[in-house]
């Protein structure tokens, strides 16, 4: 570990010649309560007014710690899920309601979740949570009120996805934001401080966005401009800035570059070899190409598991960094939980002995057709059934420390969730905030720890 930035593969930043970020929730940081509580408003209205939902609908709270990032929901059976970093089912709700071990396990017996098969929707970015909330309230509305007439579970899972997307189109979201950008993101001149120091030791730096040009800008005029010492304006802190990029397209696709120009918007087609600018479009090969760059000399940041960092990681050999905002407050309650965490650790050993008397006793009734000493089975019985007990009593106190509902974001009980086995697997380095891995120096040499394998420990 560097500070605050976690290491999964060894990166040295003195190779790093160009710096690319995502914008939201990477370069420019949200209050993503609040954002979500808009999205959360916003999919009400579209589902009530264009899709023809119960007025009810409109009613339902918003509880931004519902549902956590990295949940997946089962279209079909109207579930939200849990994986393990095998993608085995670990906790599983049912509308607002925890389905127990027995019904879930009579449910999906021992399914491994493919994600790839159109029955299951990933919850992977912040801008998700909205949807996962909602799709949870009315599953819940359609169990319990059977007078209110609503779709099947699959459909309902649908109507909000494109209620959802429809609105990052529309406006309906960006819109509200423009008018009230002091509520919906937070101003880090740290950030600002960390980019300028980058570029004084040569590094260039470079934005590929979803968002549109003209709130592109107004984002960057905001929580950019007003910090920066050692430059005039964004245009020339970033040597590129590629907005409505399409990714993941941007990173596997070949769309064309075109130029915009910063005073009014306009674009013309950009049909020579890329320079510092503005752009709309693109792709990361071409872009690699025209600046005559290996993969390895570009560290992009972003904070989607599947935009930004899979499908690049996959698709272009740039190197990767993750930003999980939840990240801070998972480390601080991680700090205050460790004495809990060495107690269940205590008691797991406590009772593997007594857990191994009873494979011997039960293996030699069985093998030797011997006569065991059933009071003997009975006590053991007892002693491992108490400590279960008081280990379940300690992770409810444990979980409480985090998602009153499902716990770590990163874990899955005591095994890695499926969320940070894809950090694991496609992010080189992950870090709460852009500014923690600005506030290094450019020259940071980043070494992966090494993990002892299982015959190692």
Not at 83 to 96: M, P, V
Not at 282 to 295: E, H, K, V, W, Y
Not at 384 to 398: F, W
Request: neutral net charge.
């Amino acid at each position: 570990m560097h500070s605050k930035v976690y290491v999964n593969r060894t990166l040295n930043l003195k190779r790093i010649r160009y710096l690319g970020l995502d914008m939201d929730h990477t370069l420019i940081r949200y209050n993503s309560e609040e954002f979500e509580r808009l999205a959360h408003s916003v999919i009400k209205e579209k589902l009530v007014k264009s899709r023809g939902y119960p007025e009810e609908v409109l009613a339902l709270p918003f509880d931004f710690n519902m549902t956590i990032r990295g949940l997946v929901i089962d279209r079909v059976r109207g579930n939200l899920i849990k994986l393990n970093r095998h993608s085995a089912i670990r906790a599983t709700y049912h509308g607002l309601r925890p389905l127990d071990f027995k019904t879930q396990n009579k449910t999906y017996q021992s399914t491994y979740i493919d994600l790839s098969d159109s029955k299951y929707l990933a919850i992977d970015t912040t801008f998700s949570v909205s949807l996962a909330i909602i799709y949870s309230q009315i599953v819940e509305m359609k169990e319990e009120n059977k007078d209110v007439k609503l779709p099947d579970f699959a459909v309902m899972a649908d109507d909000v996805l494109q209620a959802l997307d429809e609105a990052h189109r529309d406006g309906s979201l960006k819109d509200v934001v423009k008018t009230d950008l002091a509520r919906f993101i937070i101003k880090d001149p740290d950030t600002v401080a960390g980019l300028e120091k980058f570029k004084q030791h040569g590094k260039k730096v470079f934005i590929v966005t979803n968002s549109d040009f003209h709130y592109t800008k107004l984002l960057l005029d905001y929580a950019i401009n007003p910090f920066l010492k050692n430059h005039k304006s964004w245009t020339e802190l970033f040597e590129f800035v590629v907005v409505s990029a399409q990714k993941p397209r941007f990173f596997f696709d070949d769309l064309r570059f075109l130029k915009i120009n910063v005073q009014d918007g306009t674009m013309t087609n950009q049909e020579s070899r890329l320079e510092p600018g503005v752009y709309q479009g693109g792709s990361a090969r071409s872009f690699t190409r025209d600046l005559n760059l290996q993969g390895d000399e570009i560290l992009y940041i972003g904070d989607h598991i599947y935009g930004d960092i899979l499908r690049l990681k996959k698709d272009c050999g740039w190197r990767t960094a993750m930003v999980i905002e939840e990240l801070e407050h998972e480390v601080r309650h991680n700090k205050e939980t460790e004495h809990l965490t060495r107690e269940i650790e205590n008691l797991m050993h406590k009772k593997e002995p007594f857990e191994d008397e009873m494979t011997d006793l039960m293996t030699l009734k069985i093998e030797d057709s011997a006569k065991v000493d059933e009071l003997k089975v009975e006590a053991l019985q007892k002693q491992i059934a108490e400590i279960d007990g008081q280990i379940s009593a300690l992770i409810k106190r444990q979980q409480m420390h985090f998602n009153a509902n499902w716990g770590q974001i990163m874990r899955a009980g005591n095994e890695e969730s499926y969320f940070a086995y894809q950090v694991d697997r496609y992010a080189c380095v992950y870090m709460a905030k852009l500014a923690d891995l600005l506030a290094l120096s450019p020259r940071t040499y980043f070494r992966a720890p090494r993990r002892p394998l299982s015959h190692e420990l």
